[in-house]
């Protein structure tokens, strides 16, 4: 995949969310600036983490050894999208590896199912927190679905050896609900969340 198209899914799938999310806010300039900088930062910096760290639970749920393993890509290296997980006798067409690629999606739709009900239920006042769950929970796991699911037809992804394990079929069908949904709870929570807080509603009499 290239670099320019990566650069495309990084900017419609995470900077313009947060952009429409505080643009049309009733914070301060001053904020709003502050948070559409570094939260764009802060999911670059842990999104292969998370993703990796999935991994490593779908190994301990397996019981697979785990040889070698980067969470964070060496950036004093240059070295800045590099990160993996290597299992004892690699990734084959069996249900392990199945588990251990597949986990980081289950994980991802568990985090947008809670992300929605955390910022349903919850009013968060402070507009760094607020962003900082609407990235996490709701755009982080909607970007790593995605862009694996695209990355098929790359012959780059999980889900490549994932279509060989349980067919093209399943794993196609996966990726289009979730992305689905996930899009679908991003656009509610975005409504939701149009010129908030509301400062009429703040006043006390």
């Known amino acids: 995949m290239s670099i320019f198209y990566r650069l495309i899914e990084i900017l419609v799938l995470i900077v313009l969310p947060l952009l429409v999310l505080f643009l049309r806010s009733n914070w301060s300039r001053k904020e709003i600036n502050i948070n559409v900088t570094i939260l764009p930062i802060l999911w670059y910096i ?13 190994c301990f749920f397996v019981g697979a050894e785990i040889t070698d393993y980067r969470l964070f890509a060496h950036f004093w290296e240059g070295d800045f999208g590099f990160a993996f997980v290597d299992v004892k006798g690699g ?16 994980l991802d739709l568990f985090s947008i199912l809670i992300g929605y009900y955390i910022l349903s239920k919850y009013q968060i006042k402070n507009s760094f927190l607020l962003g900082l769950t609407f990235l996490m929970f709701c755009l982080r796991p909607l970007y790593d679905i995605f862009d694996n699911y695209i990355g098929i037809f790359y012959n780059h992804s999980d889900l490549v050896l994932t279509s060989e394990i349980i067919g093209k079929f399943i794993t196609y069908s996966y990726g289009i609900i979730t992305t689905g949904i996930g899009l679908v709870i991003v656009l509610v929570l975005l409504k939701k969340y149009n010129h908030y807080p509301n400062i009429e509603k703040e006043i006390v009499v």
């Open 46 to 58: 842990f999104y292969a983490p998370i993703h990796e760290f999935s991994h490593m639970l779908g």
């Open 91 to 106: 990734y084959d067409i069996n249900y392990d590896s199945l588990i251990i690629l597949i986990f980081p999606y289950i």
